[in-house]
């Protein structure tokens, strides 16, 4: 599919998102308007239980006929678009072959957890992993799905053998694939979630590849956020590419540069939420909160920006797994769910767990579950109130840790249903903004690549349109909550008696 949305003038800017059902190229104006968009579908497969995968010739043809069907509809006014960025899925991985170019492995998931086992036997090192690379030694990043390969393909032993292998976060590949310099580059956000990646010195950690056995030949170089990464060809143009990221990073920049005090939840596949902190980098110590993430969104000349984040594995991909469970099409799902949600009220309760548990908890096997009789519509209706749920022990999570949120502000694909939002800010006692526009990622990721951060777009935060949904008394929903958190803690305490 692909749109003119208005006539370019003056200086444009190019976005690739690279997503986990779809890849969109978006060209928008140095006001933040949107001068053209493609997007072309891609493809998930799960070839075992826990096992997520794509194909990563797949993942670069997409992207490129995306390119090629907004380089038509621009035509000259290609030569407008000063620069380009990328944005992709900061945990999934790809081995390469750096000589040929071929892919030598699937794309696994930031949602894969085939080498959980394997992740496990590093929990005794989790503080020390923590306060070098903010985050938790997890089978959803990078480090675990590298190993498996290397032990498990016999193309990526063969490429490692003979000096040739390249392995790393997908847009480290696509970099490679998609640029005519063929860089081995990787940015923070998409390097820090290999758990290889020392956050406070911007690079690669030798204590973890040497804790990981791996050795860092074979891993790109790691640059700021902002950087001459190549040259991209749009039509018959050469455009440079300047910014690399992840999604989830970008998606903060949706709206301007982020404030302190809102917590930013970008609900998707899975629901992210993150909050700007006030601690530089060098002040970060072990000492970090247990169950939360501290990640670095963005760096560049003037420094970096650093987030508390926090994680809900299963949300639009709980709604799939539990829709196609009973039958019910993701078309019905979209046009009734908005009526379920206002009109339903005998809601059981869902434990879930799909992608295993997030933070705060950690817990890669959970079993998700229902509590209570009803019937589908009311089955929908208690996922959606999961992911609410779980969004509010991170919120609570974070008011435990001393962190001041005053607002909530929400996008993604499942940010459009109200009764989602009502419920969000009636559980947590926070205004709920939902600024009235789509493509958070790609909106981000313009602003970034535009390089105006004080300005562009003017005010954006306190000028932009957006519907507030106001906490409200809601009783029923709290009873529901306290009951689905004593159910929870159950099965958790179960969980922790099986493991010993």
């Not at 769910?337 to 009220?345: M, N, Q, R």
Request: glycine share 8%.
């Amino acid at each position: 599919m692909s749109d003119v949305l208005i006539q370019p003038s003056h200086a444009l800017y190019l976005a690739i998102d690279q997503g986990g059902h779809a890849s969109r190229v978006m060209v928008f104006d140095a006001r933040g308007d949107v001068v053209a968009k493609a997007v072309r579908e891609v493809s998930v497969s799960h070839p075992r239980p826990d096992w997520v995968e794509q194909d990563g010739d797949v993942l670069e043809i997409s992207i490129r006929e995306a390119l090629d069907e907004v380089a038509g509809i621009l035509g000259e006014n290609c030569k407008a678009i000063v620069a380009a960025g990328m944005a992709t899925q900061r945990s999934n991985v790809v081995c390469w072959d750096r000589k040929t170019g071929k892919v030598l492995s699937p794309v696994i998931s930031w949602q894969d957890r085939r080498a959980s086992r394997w992740m496990q036997s590093y929990g005794k090192h989790a503080q020390r992993i923590r306060a070098i690379t903010g985050l938790l030694p997890t089978a959803h990043y990078g480090v675990s799905k590298l190993v498996w390969c290397l032990e498990n393909l016999p193309e990526v032993q063969s490429a490692h053998s003979n000096g040739a292998l390249a392995w790393g976060p997908l847009a480290s590949f696509l970099l490679f694939r998609l640029l005519d310099e063929q860089p081995m580059l990787v940015d923070p956000a998409n390097a820090s979630r290999t758990l290889l990646w020392n956050m406070n010195q911007c690079h690669w950690s030798e204590e973890l590849l040497t804790l990981f056995g791996i050795t860092n030949e074979a891993l790109p170089e790691s640059v700021p956020s902002r950087y001459n990464f190549g040259t991209l060809d749009v039509g018959a143009f050469k455009v440079p590419l300047t910014v690399c990221t992840g999604d989830q990073s970008a998606a903060l920049f949706a709206f301007g540069k982020p404030e302190r005090g809102v917590a930013s939840i970008n609900m998707g596949t899975g629901a992210f939420l993150q909050t700007i902190v006030d601690k530089d980098i060098d002040d970060l110590k072990p000492e970090l909160p247990d169950r939360l993430l501290r990640s670095i969104v963005w760096s560049d000349e003037n420094g970096s920006i650093v987030v508390s984040e926090a994680t809900v594995n299963g949300a639009g991909s709980a709604l799939q797994l539990v829709g196609n469970d009973l039958g019910i099409s993701p078309q019905t799902v979209q046009e009734f769910l908005p009526e379920w949600l206002a009109t339903e009220k005998n809601i059981p309760l869902y434990l879930n767990g799909v992608s295993g548990l997030g933070s705060p908890f950690w817990m890669p096997d959970f079993v998700s579950k229902f509590v209570g009789e009803s019937e589908p519509p009311e089955k929908m209706v208690a996922v959606i109130e999961s992911i609410v749920f779980l969004l509010q022990i991170n919120l609570e999570e974070m008011k435990a840790n001393k962190i001041t949120l005053d607002q909530i502000m929400v996008s993604g694909g499942l940010s459009v249903l109200d009764g989602l939002c009502q419920r969000l800010a009636d559980l947590s006692g926070l205004p709920v903004s939902r600024p009235q526009q789509s493509e958070s990622t790609s909106k981000g990721l313009a602003f970034l690549i535009s390089g105006q951060e004080q300005s562009w777009p003017a005010g954006a935060n306190k000028e932009l349109k957006s519907d507030v949904f106001t906490p409200e008394t809601n009783k029923d929903l709290a009873q529901r909550y306290g009951r689905w958190r004593k159910e929870f803690n159950k099965e958790l305490s179960k969980m922790e008696l099986d493991h010993g």
